[in-house]
C-alpha cells in the first residue's frame, strides 16, 4: 500500500518537470545548432569510414579503375614485370586497402604511390582490392643458388641466437599469408621484397612495428638471401 503514494507522486514529479522539459525541446533549439555546428568537422572521416565499410566491393568498378591507371605500373591483373614495381595479383585485399590508405595519409612514403592513392576515395580501394585478390599470381622463382639456401634457412627457422621469428610463422610455409593479418609474400620481386625489407630496417617505411623490428635483425647478405628464396616459394 505504501508504493501506490510513492509511484504517483513520482509520475507527479515526472509530469511536473520532465514532461515540460521534454516538451520544450524542439522550442529550444540551441540543442540542434550545437549538433549541426560539430557535424561539419567529423563529416569527411564519417563519410569515408563508416557508411562505406557496409557496401560490398563492386569488381568490376575496380578492375576498370585499376586498368585505367594502375596497370602501366603494376602489370595485367596486378602481374607487374617489373622488379621494382610490386605483384599485386592475388595478394590479400584487406592488405592492399591498408596500403592504399596509409600511402593517402602519408603514413607510408612513396612519391608516387602517394600520388596514386590521393584521388582514390574508400570505395575505390575496396574494389580494386577486392579485384586484384580474385586474380592469379603469376609464380616467380630465384635465381641466386648460392644464397637461396640461407633464405630459406631464415624463412623458415629464423635464427633462435638472436631472437629472429620464423617469417613462415606470419607469412605461412607457403608465402601464402593470412588474410587480413599478414600479407602474401609468394612469388613477389626480389627487389621489391628487398627493398621493403631494408625500408622497414632503415625506418624508411614506418607502418609496421612489427616489421620493423623483424628487418632490424637482418644484414644486407640475409635480406638478399631471403628475398630471393621468397621469389621462389609457392
Ligand atoms: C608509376 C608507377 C605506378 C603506378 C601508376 C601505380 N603504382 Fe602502385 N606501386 C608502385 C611502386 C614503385 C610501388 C612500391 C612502393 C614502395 O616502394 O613503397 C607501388 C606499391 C603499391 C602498393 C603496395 C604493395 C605492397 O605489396 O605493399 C599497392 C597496394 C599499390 N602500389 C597499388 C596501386 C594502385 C591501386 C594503383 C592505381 C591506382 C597504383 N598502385 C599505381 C608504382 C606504381
Ligand atoms: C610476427 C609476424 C611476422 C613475422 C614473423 C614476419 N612478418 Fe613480415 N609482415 C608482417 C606484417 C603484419 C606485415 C604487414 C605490414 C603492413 O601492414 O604494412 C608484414 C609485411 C612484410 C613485408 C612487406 C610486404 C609487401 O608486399 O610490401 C615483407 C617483405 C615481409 N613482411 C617479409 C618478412 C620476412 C622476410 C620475414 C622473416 C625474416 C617476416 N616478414 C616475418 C608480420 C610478420
Redesign the pocket.
Known amino acids: 500500500m505504501t508504493k501506490t503514494p510513492a509511484s504517483l507522486l513520482l509520475a507527479a514529479v515526472l509530469a511536473a518537470f520532465v514532461l515540460p522539459t521534454w516538451a520544450q525541446q524542439p522550442a529550444a533549439s540551441a540543442a540542434a545548432p550545437a549538433a549541426s555546428a560539430a557535424a561539419p568537422a567529423a563529416a569527411p572521416k564519417a563519410e569515408g569510414a563508416a557508411p562505406v565499410a557496409l557496401v560490398k566491393p563492386d569488381l568490376a568498378a575496380g578492375e576498370a579503375k585499376f586498368g585505367a591507371v594502375c596497370v602501366a605500373c603494376h602489370g595485367q591483373g596486378g602481374n607487374s614485370g617489373i622488379p621494382a614495381n610490386?605483384k599485386l595479383a592475388q595478394q590479400h585485399a584487406d592488405?592492399i586497402v591498408?596500403?592504399l590508405q596509409e600511402f593517402k595519409a602519408g603514413k607510408r612514403q612513396n612519391a608516387i604511390m602517394q600520388g596514386m592513392a590521393a584521388p582514390l576515395s574508400e570505395q575505390d580501394m575496396r574494389n580494386i582490392a577486392a579485384y586484384l585478390a580474385t586474380q592469379k599470381e603469376k609464380p616467380g622463382f630465384a635465381k641466386d643458388k648460392d644464397l637461396v639456401l640461407l633464405g630459406e634457412k631464415?624463412?623458415r627457422g629464423?635464427n633462435q641466437a638472436r631472437q629472429?621469428?620464423?617469417?613462415a610463422?606470419?607469412?605461412s610455409p607457403d608465402g601464402a599469408g593470412i588474410p587480413s593479418?599478414?600479407?602474401r609474400?609468394s612469388g613477389?620481386h626480389a627487389d621489391y621484397?628487398a627493398a621493403?625489407?631494408t625500408a622497414f630496417r632503415s625506418g624508411a617505411r614506418t607502418?609496421?612495428p612489427?616489421?620493423a623490428a623483424?628487418a632490424a635483425k637482418?644484414n644486407d647478405r640475409e635480406i638478399r638471401a631471403?628475398a630471393d628464396y621468397?621469389a621462389g616459394l609457392r
Open positions: 610490386p592488405y591498408k596500403q631464415i624463412y629464423g629472429l621469428p620464423a617469417c610463422g606470419c607469412h593479418q599478414y600479407p609474400l613477389q621484397t621493403q625489407l607502418n609496421s612489427q616489421m623483424i637482418l631471403v621468397i
